[in-house]
């Protein structure tokens, strides 16, 4: 596991482009922190890495977004966005169709508030965790 | 032409009837099944239950409808429906049931976008009279739990959008706010009501983006100071918390109201419009309406949809699927084959 402290929004872009290279299609991306950590910027972080040219806005609403990677020189063509803040049963997922995406190798899955489910994803295997924290302003993210 | 609207995107269930004749018309009906006593426990909507609530409820309210108005199926001249943005598992159980009665009575199913039929909403006013004849170009700005878009109308049917959230919807932020403040679900209406009269600058809070030279918005990061400026706060009493209320509202409402003037100045607006469900925050409202009287005088119109045309219903969809269908109704003869759920639909 790295540990990286991230300053500003810059930053945690920086660190989500990193993470991005690493990807082959197929993972689910948990993400874990309080409100205000900065998940959703980490999400947007990974977007702007795969050139997605939408803005990435919070799913909160709908639970989940799909965005679709136009840019021809990635493998990974879906970018999937999930929500667990309002969610108490993973269940509703299932319903939602994100089993549909999951271990796609054309897809990414990333999940905000995932610590609401982790039951339900250690059933599936290629998964990464990341840890969200705040400390005097600055944001630690483990990965 | 007679029209009946369904509305199920999230968690109301809307049937509405609506009859219009050269811009003459009269609600026959306009009922809503709000979900949101359900959700009260949940914190939120729940979108298996949601769906399920839909089903049961859908069927039962139009044949109360038609029931009561005494409409027979071959009354209605259309079938207008909401195909999204919104819940996948809520939108289904719409456009499925009107799929199918469009196939089985033989009548033309109009699909509809939910954000336009929150702009179009602005266009009736009461049961019956005349379509406001509201001048073009307008910008309407479009608030709710899902949404905040700013949006170019130059008619009807020519809706662009100019500017929207780049992450949380202002609603979603009332009801993250609410939550931080112990105040339960949903947000809106609460924090409103304890905002009132409480001093809104006992607390300082940024206005994200307030100054960006565009028409995005922001509400992320304003709940989260508001988070993080309560988290320090030693006194968490119930004066604090109005107090709170009150900063964080005006925070939003300074934002959302500049970028409109900003906007309609820009694309020299004869008309000032608002739409969806955080349109019912009074403040908002007051002080929207203030600011454009201030700035342009008579030269811009201002326009609000009633109070039960704000939330999610039917028959702004109804009205919606009106102006889509224009002089073309065989048009829609074939649609109930190719309809499908949309939901992160854009205008």
Known sequence: MSTYISKNEKNTYQIAAKLAKKLRGGEIIALEGDLGVGKTIF?????????????ITSPTFVLMKIYRIQNKKFRIKNLVHVDCYRLDEPQELFYLGLEEYINRPDTIVIIEWADKIKKYLTKFKKIIWIKFKDKDGQKIIKI | MLILGIETSCDDTGVALLEIMSDKFRVLANLVFSQV??????????????ARKHLENLLPLLEKVMKERKIETKDIDAIGVVYGPGLITSLIVGIETAKTLSLIWQKPLVPINHVKAHIL?????????????????????????????????????????????????????????????????????????????????????????????????????????VKNVWEWEPIKDKENVRKMCAAFQQACIDVLTKKTILASREYNAKSILLGGGVSANKELRKQLEGQAKTEFGEKVKFYQPDLHMTTDNALMVALAAYFEVGADLDKFNETWRSIKVEPNLEI
Request: glycine letters at 12%.
């Open chain 2, 37 to 50: 006593k359900i959700f009260k426990k949940y914190g939120g909507v729940v979108p298996e239950i949601a």
């Open chain 2, 121 to 225: 909403a602005n266009w009736i006013e009461g049961d019956k009279g005349q379509l406001k004849k509201i001048e073009f170009p307008a910008i309407c700005l479009v608030v709710s739990g899902g949404h905040t878009i700013l949006a170019l109308l130059k008619n009807e049917n020519d809706i662009k959008v100019i500017g929207q959230t780049r992450d949380d919807a202002v609603g979603e932020a009332f009801d993250k706010v609410a939550k931080i403040l112990g105040l339960g679900y949903p947000g809106g209406p609460i924090i409103s009501e304890k905002a009132e009269n409480a001093d809104k600058e006992f607390y300082k809070l940024p206005r994200p983006m307030i100054n960006s030279r565009d028409y995005d918005f922001s509400f992320s990061g304003l709940k989260t100071a």
């Open chain 1, 43 to 55: 999400t947007k972080g990974l977007g702007k890495a795969f050139s997605i040219k939408q803005h």
